[in-house]
């Protein structure tokens, strides 16, 4: 029987599905999270082009710095109250987490004024995920730093100046 793609091009098309894994741009990333703004429930979006929550939107190129931390610590309370009530079953309170996870977003908005966001989360699994969303989307990482003059420098290749910050010359 004869193969359906000879040989050579096998071994092209392999090394270009492996290149386009490799190279796989973050448009594909957009995620909307449950969270916590001030005490009250609120709603993040974050896609490739925008960050926005109750606060404010900021375009993620404007981004000038992110960061999140928190823990996860086991309740020994619930652990305690359901022994109690439930005899042994009840050691699997033991297993409950408390989660406190809390985000902080600096940037500019799209007319050039400084815009904070913060925001957190009672739940790890979407705090792990913004992380490694935010990373794709902002292209920084945690803790690190782009100034007024690295965005301005982006957005005005061709274009007039660009201003950044209220009534702060550059």
């Known amino acids: 029987?004869?193969?359906?793609?000879?040989?050579?091009?096998?071994?092209?098309l392999k090394a270009a599905l492996f290149f386009s894994f490799i190279?796989?741009?973050?448009?594909?990333?957009?995620?909307?999270?449950?969270?916590?703004?001030g005490g009250m429930k609120c709603n993040?979006?974050?896609?490739?082009?925008?960050?926005?929550s109750p606060y404010g939107s900021i375009p993620t190129a404007r981004v000038t710095n992110w960061g999140g931390g928190g823990d996860s610590s086991t309740a020994v309370g619930t652990g305690v109250a359901t022994t109690i009530f439930l005899g042994p079953?009840?050691?699997?309170?033991?297993?409950?987490?408390k989660h406190d996870y809390n985000f902080l977003?600096?940037?500019?908005?799209?007319?050039?004024?400084k815009t904070s966001m913060q925001?957190?989360?009672?739940?790890?699994?979407?705090?792990?995920?913004?992380?490694?969303e935010l990373q794709m989307t902002t292209q920084?990482?945690?803790?690190?730093?782009?100034?007024a003059k690295e965005i301005r420098g982006r957005e005005s290749k061709g274009k007039e100046?660009?201003?950044?910050?209220?009534?702060?010359?550059f």
């Open 161 to 169: 100046k660009i201003r950044l910050g209220r009534f702060k010359p």
């Open 105 to 113: 977003i600096n940037g500019y908005d799209a007319e050039g004024k």
């Open 140 to 147: 920084l990482g945690m803790g690190q730093t782009r100034t």
């Open 23 to 37: 190279t796989h741009s973050s448009t594909a990333f957009a995620g909307n999270y449950n969270a916590i703004c």
């Open 1 to 12: 029987m004869k193969p359906l793609v000879p040989l050579g091009n096998r071994a092209f």
């Open 119 to 132: 925001f957190s989360f009672k739940n790890d699994k979407p705090a792990k995920r913004l992380i490694n």
């Open 89 to 97: 079953i009840g050691l699997l309170g033991f297993l409950a987490k």
């Open 44 to 52: 993040i979006f974050v896609s490739p082009e925008v960050i926005t």
